[in-house]
């Protein structure tokens, strides 16, 4: 089985904090991806990744970073957190191409005071 | 850009009942169609999924869909839901080389 795990289930940061969420996946998958789930909106991709040191926007990217220094690990950069960026968090992975089935960690849920 | 419209944004069945959940999206092209759920507390995880073939997809625990090209649609049945299947439903699609985009879901509560 796939396993994607993410760092934290739960944060608590300010505003204007630097917030790091880390995500891992075990099954050698090439694509990686970083949502945010909020309700009444589904999910919205923020970035995604094909390749190492390789990152393309998504659908809302403004106030996120992110960084792919190896394969296995996506990290999502919040740069100067802001409250509208309360939300919960999925990383998802995909083995070859952005198309396929994508199996997600179980969520990082993070609240800016 | 391709979007993906479910219609339902909070359903209430009894244990027994019928389900169909819509969803319709705009891609005109070769489309993969997933469905996915997300249990109270745990992770997003794959319902079915459509990439070609039978039109008709079954899924885990009971679940299928119906893919239907000229109508733009996936839509998700269950002939006789379980409290256990209380939980958020999302579909999505790919169409193309394009990357996948999600519903805004749809809350399932099913009353014992």
């Known amino acids: 089985d796939v396993k994607v795990t993410q760092s934290s289930r739960y944060l608590v940061k300010r505003t204007g904090e630097k917030v790091f969420l880390e995500c891992v996946q075990d099954m050698d998958h090439e694509n990686m991806f970083w949502y945010r789930q909020d309700p009444g909106l589904g999910l919205r991709l923020i970035y995604f990744s094909y390749d190492v040191k390789m990152k393309e926007k998504g659908d809302i990217p403004e106030g996120y970073s992110v960084s792919r220094e190896k394969k296995e690990r996506f990290s999502l950069i919040l740069e100067s957190a802001s409250t509208n960026q309360t939300s919960m968090y999925l990383c998802?992975?995909?083995?070859?191409?952005?198309?396929?089935?994508?199996?997600f960690g179980p969520g990082t849920r993070l609240l800016v005071l | 850009a391709q979007s993906v419209s479910q219609h339902n944004h909070h359903v209430i069945l009894s244990e027994a009942a019928s389900l169909e959940l819509g969803c319709n999206y705009s891609?005109?092209?070769?489309?993969?169609l997933f469905w996915y759920v997300q249990y109270p507390g745990q992770h997003l995880q794959l319902l079915l999924k459509y990439f070609s073939g039978d039109p008709l997809v079954k899924g885990i625990k009971g679940f299928e869909a119906e893919f239907i090209k000229s109508k733009f649609s996936f839509n998700l049945r269950k002939p006789s839901v379980q409290w256990s299947d209380t939980a958020e439903y999302f579909c999505a699609a790919a169409g193309g080389y394009q990357k996948v985009t999600f519903g805004t879901g749809t809350k399932l509560q099913v009353i014992p």
């Open positions: 998802a992975s995909t083995l070859r191409r952005n198309q396929e089935t994508q199996y």
């Open positions: 891609y005109g092209g070769t489309v993969n």
